[in-house]
């Protein structure tokens, strides 16, 4: 459905996009994280034909990106960053000129309203709209076309904790109902459950891509425990005595091996006086892969 061939885009002497290469399967959710900077949003305008590459190419549904970026648009439904919306029209009215624009959605726009949560709000004016309610007219807007790909760009960016979990949830239902969606984000947890295949772009490269858990897999080779221990008071001189950092109410302790390291901390806790209430392997979070990818380079 979605494609990059070495996609690349240049601003003078700077390379924002660097020879990116991926794939997105139809009804597949993948999702683009990376730091502030690392090209996220530039690789998205250009998936959208707002900006044209350099070099390389992209196709969607087997359009052409600069060859066919009017075709483009019709398929391809875009939730920019800062989403853009008229204050002074009503919901209805703002999902209506859309509609107009693309040639027909008309009669989707009581279903999109209910879909998004607003039908009780669709004479309003978008004007006295929160700004988690501007994020999901827009992400309405989006979808008025009735588009087979979605390219959302930071969808729950600045949304308090209840706007973030309901556009989450919108977007799990439209993988559901087939669409095949690429999503840009740095909330790693956003990421984690929304995505089925996760790129980690860096300085405008590639530099891991995989499902969530074969990611999380490659950090697990580099294996913690945590250890929980009664006594506050001897935390420390257990951290000290395993080579461990205090975390808390537990103590991280890095694996050289899982038997030796399990030994070694009921060897020292005994020496203390020191009384295990829990020693676990610690499980990798994609907040892990994050930091291994950025600060410890390319793994493709």
Sequence with gaps: MIETFELTKKFGEFTAVDRVSISVKGGEILGVVGPNGAGKSTLVKMLCTIL??????????????????????SIV??????????????????????????????QRIPELLEFVGLSEHAKRKIGEYSKGM??????????IHDPPVLIL?????????????????????????????????????????????????????????????????KVAKQRYLTVVIKE?????????E????????????????????VAKVHSASKKLNATILSVKTLEPSLDDVFVAVTKGGRWV
């Excluded at 590459?53 to 483009?72: E, F, H, N, R, Y």
């Excluded at 506050?232 to 000290?240: G, N, P």
């Design 153 to 217: 760009d930071e969808p729950t960016m600045g949304l308090d904790p209840a706007s973030s979990r309901d556009v989450r949830e919108r977007v799990k239902e439209m993988r559901k109902g087939g669409k095949t969606i690429l999503v840009c984000t740095h909330y790693m947890d956003e990421a984690d459950f929304l995505c089925d295949k996760l790129a980690v772009i860096n300085k405008g490269r590639i530099a891991a891509i995989g499902k969530p858990e074969e990611l999380k897999a």
């Design 134 to 143: 501007k994020h999901r007219i827009s992400l309405a807007r989006a979808l």
């Design 242 to 261: 395993i080579g461990g950092e205090i975390d808390g109410r537990r103590i991280i302790v890095r694996v050289k091996g899982l038997n030796s390291t």
């Design 232 to 240: 506050d008071a001897l935390m420390r001189k257990l951290a000290d």
């Design 77 to 106: 439904g875009y939730l920019p960053e800062e989403p853009r919306v008229y204050d002074y029209m009503t919901a209805e009215e703002f999902l209506t000129f859309f509609a107009d624009v693309y040639g027909n959605g008309r």
């Design 52 to 73: 044209a590459p350099t070099s390389g190419t992209a196709t969607i549904m087997g359009l052409d990106i600069a060859k066919d970026s009017q075709k483009v648009r």
